[in-house]
């Protein structure tokens, strides 16, 4: 009997290997998988359909060894310019890694002009979706360029400053099939331009037309838009309530309107919206309404589906608060930073009757304590996010009843919450599935309650310790060891940072994001000691450490390949 093992590869399918390989999400997972050997790099190839680049040197032969891809993501590869283009389309058999393509992010690729755009499009048939969000070089002409993309769906050109009214015409014309359009700070489109989208898109669904000098003649145009979902117009200082009263009898599918920042907007053209579409499932009005109206209020009272409302820096009374906790039991997300009347009585009226609340923001809601904190973890206990920036009232007691009542809570902002202490953090550290805590400015924590929330919360995404003077090493080595997927890191001003706590977060191989602030104990040695490890950072901020040399930088230069940002002036 022959004891000759039969190799494993042998007897796994390409179907079995396929199978195997999507269910890898982390790209950790994906590359040492691919890294094993010569089949499994081969599957990945076949099977990969989203590319992000960092390195434009390293695109002719990405593109050559993906070319099933679906997904081409350029927008942290800076050097991208026409020469770029032409040299993979003659490099690269595009016909093959450019036939399936259809989402294309080109966001700040400053280099990139109408040739290389108008090669790149003629290639890419099939696009679908292209974002050239901050191109500051992008114009008419760019524009023409997209406007080839006949079967275009979805397009960012968010801070696109050269485009105007002309290039917004050419882009309609050639791409009617439009679905979601964002023109986010496009400050040369005026009515004009909005008036001729209305006409030729008529398949809009979503459509961004936030700070742009429009007027309430645009909201006319806009109103005619049959499929129009999603309206969002923040910052348009010239629209008025007269706008919004020429989309009470339009848009009939309008289900979210973001009129945050309108200044000219009141509660009463909000109402006439409303008494349109009593459908609405979001609004935000966030520093645009000072009080509201009592026609206000009674149409609240028909928005049975509402599931979001921002109401930011309002004055709010018992009415209100009666009213949404009444009428609006479908929803889950408030917003409540800065307005004027929040109380904890008040509170208490709106959890009791939306209790399926998951995202609350109370941010400088001063006047809150502990009780409404308690009556919010007890009655809403699906919540994912709450916001307590500058809530001084609250204490490690708000803390403990989160942890006994809201399991499934993702992120808390604590911002320059001083009542918080080691002891809150240990009741904290029981909502497991934190990925974002804030804790800038908590001046009463140390090392030891990082160390609870450090052998508790493994899924840390995000850890903000700004000025919080009580962290150091130890709580640094706890952190490096528990939290292996923190993302985000800001420990600027925590001054008992040294080297050895460097050494600590090298170990933290997802980091990406580091505020190192004034921290004047770490030097040349500490900060190689993270960058040769620490091989994903890409944002770093190293302002007013003075003791860092050149030994430091030069370590920098050489293993954090992937950089795009730091700020490291000593004075």
């Known amino acids: 009997m ?30 040492t998988w691919r890294l094993i050997c010569k089949e499994f790099h081969r599957v990945d190839s076949i099977t990969r359909k989203t590319l992000r680049v960092l390195h434009v040197e390293f695109l002719p032969t990405l593109l050559k060894n993906y070319t099933n891809l679906l997904t081409l993501d350029l927008s942290v590869c800076p050097c991208i310019e026409d020469g770029t283009i032409t040299l993979l389309l003659h490099r690269v058999d595009h016909s093959m890694w450019a036939r399936n393509l259809k989402f294309l992010n080109l966001r700040r690729a400053n280099g990139l002009k109408f040739a290389g755009l108008e090669m790149l499009v003629g290639a890419c048939k099939g696009l679908e979706s292209v974002d050239v969000s901050y191109c500051r070089g992008f114009g008419d002409r760019e524009a023409a360029a997209i406007s080839g993309c006949g079967g275009l769906k979805e ?62 003649d645009s909201l006319r145009s806009i109103a005619a838009l049959p499929k129009l979902e999603d309206l969002a117009m923040v910052g348009c200082p010239l629209v008025n309530d007269v706008g919004l009263q020429f989309l009470e009898n ?15 907007v009141s509660s009463y053209g909000l109402s006439a919206l409303i008494r349109g579409h009593n459908g609405l499932l979001q609004i935000d009005a966030g520093y645009t309404i000072s009080e509201f109206s009592a026609n206000f209020v009674e149409c609240m009272q028909e928005l049975k589906n509402l599931n979001a409302i921002i109401i930011d820096g309002a004055r709010v009374s018992d009415t209100v608060f009666q009213t949404i906790s009444n009428n609006c039991r479908s929803l889950i997300e408030i917003g409540l930073s800065k307005c004027t009347g929040v109380t904890n009585m008040r509170i208490m009226q709106l959890v009791s009757g939306c209790v399926n609340l998951k995202t ?23 919540l994912l996010c709450l916001k307590l920036e500058s809530c001084n009232m609250i204490t490690e007691k708000s803390l403990e009843q989160l942890g006994s009542h809201c399991a499934l809570l993702e992120e808390l902002d604590l911002t ?8 809150g953090l240990e009741r904290l550290s029981r909502c497991s599935r934190l990925l974002c805590l804030k804790l800038g400015l908590c001046t009463n924590i140390s090392d030891t309650g990082l160390f609870y929330i450090a ?9 903000d310790l700004y000025r919080c003077m009580g962290i150091g090493d130890d709580g ?13 890191l800001n ?53 007013h450490c003075k003791k860092v040399d050149d030994t430091g930088f030069w370590a920098l230069a050489y293993y954090s390949r992937n950089l795009r940002q730091t700020w490291h002036y000593a004075w």
């Open 455 to 463: 052998s508790n919360c493994s899924q840390l995404h995000e850890l």
């Open 476 to 488: 640094l080595a706890a952190l490096s060891s528990g939290c292996k997927k923190l993302r985000k």
């Open 250 to 264: 339009g848009c009939p599918l309008l289900q979210k309107i973001d009129v945050s920042r309108c200044d000219c």
């Open 416 to 423: 320059d919450c001083f009542g918080i202490n080691d002891r």
């Open 360 to 382: 609350i923001n109370l941010t400088c809601c001063r006047s809150i304590t502990d009780a409404a904190i308690s009556a919010i973890a007890d009655s809403c206990r699906n």
């Open 491 to 543: 420990l600027s001003y925590c001054i008992e940072v040294t080297d050895k706590g460097m050494e600590s977060l090298g170990y933290l191989e997802e980091l990406s994001d580091l505020e190192l602030r004034a921290l004047d104990k770490i030097t040349g040695v500490g900060l190689t000691a993270l960058v040769t490890r620490c091989k994903r950072l890409t944002y770093l901020d190293l302002k």
């Open 2 to 31: 022959s004891t000759q093992s039969t190799p494993i590869l042998s007897v796994l399918t390409e179907d079995l290997l396929i199978r195997v390989n999507e269910k890898l999400v982390q790209d950790s997972d994906r590359k």
């Open 155 to 216: 397009l960012s050109m968010d801070k696109c400053l050269g485009v105007s009214d002309v290039g917004l015409a050419k882009i309609v014309v050639g791409c009617g099939r439009l679905v979601r359009l964002s023109l986010k700070w496009c400050m040369e489109i005026s009515d004009l331009g909005v008036e001729l989208l209305c006409k030729k898109c008529l398949e809009l669904k979503f459509l961004d037309v936030s700070y742009l000098k429009v007027t309430s």
